[in-house]
């Protein structure tokens, strides 16, 4: 059993499909931790009977002091695997470079595409075609970090941002777990700026299709 940590710092809907996928897979998520302690997802994880803690970074001196804390509020739970799912806070690289368990995001672009933030709107007004989501390893680099896998949808052509956020939202709940499964079940390894999977270099990120992850053929 794969012990999951997740960061969440708002409505966690990601957190929410991560709930109900566990109770198939071999990964439980023991604990949610927040940079806002008033968050939903950290109320889903309390009505889940899961460890929730929230923390205030007005709280603390600087970044380095903040994430000290976070990381030694989740030392407890003994992660094997954190996740941010909707973390929206920059991890500092001092607390990243003492980090000795794999970390992942899901981010809402096909990376290496629209870093950051505002990425629907982003790919509507550069005209995209495709649009989607991808799970990474966190590095110190924002939004970098091997990919793992992908997610990806054809724009429409009435696409609004809004419309498009919910489209790719209902990829992100699906892949994000079935990513999880694959890390728990061994094939896909992550460690630091390298990804393996079935003992192989990961050379392109897996691909969700027909309801699974898979390798792309010209991988
Ligand atoms: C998701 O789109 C995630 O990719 C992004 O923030 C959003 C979080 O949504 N990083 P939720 O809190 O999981 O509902």
Do not use: K
């Not at 079940?185 to 990961?202: D, E, I, K």
Request: glycine letters at 8%; charged letters at 20%.
């Amino acid at each position: 059993m794969l012990r999951v940590a997740v960061l969440a710092s708002g409505r966690g809907s990601n957190l929410a499909a991560l709930l109900q996928a566990e109770q198939r897979a071999s990964w439980r998520v023991l604990g949610v931790y927040s940079d806002r302690p008033n968050c939903d997802a950290l109320a889903l994880a309390r009505q889940a009977g899961r460890d929730a803690i929230g923390l205030r970074p007005r709280d603390f001196a600087d970044r380095a002091g903040f994430d000290r804390a976070l990381f030694q509020a989740i030392a407890p739970i003994q992660p094997d695997l954190i996740v941010c799912a909707g973390y929206m806070r920059i991890i500092t690289a001092e607390a990243l470079a003492d980090l000795r368990t794999p970390m992942i995001n899901i981010h809402p672009s096909l990376l290496p595409r629209h870093r950051g933030l505002d990425t629907h709107a982003r790919a509507l007004q550069a005209g995209d075609a495709e649009h989607g989501c991808s799970v990474h390893g966190v590095i110190a680099e924002l939004d970098a970090g091997p990919v793992l896998a992908q997610a990806r949808l054809a724009i429409a052509a009435d696409d609004t941002p809004a419309r498009l956020s919910e489209r790719v939202l209902a990829l992100e709940h699906q892949v994000l777990p079935a990513c999880i499964s694959e890390i728990a079940s061994g094939r896909l390894r992550l460690s630091g700026n390298q990804a393996h999977y079935a003992g192989q270099p990961l050379r392109a990120p897996l691909q969700w299709q027909h309801g699974r992850l898979c390798l792309e053929p010209s991988a």
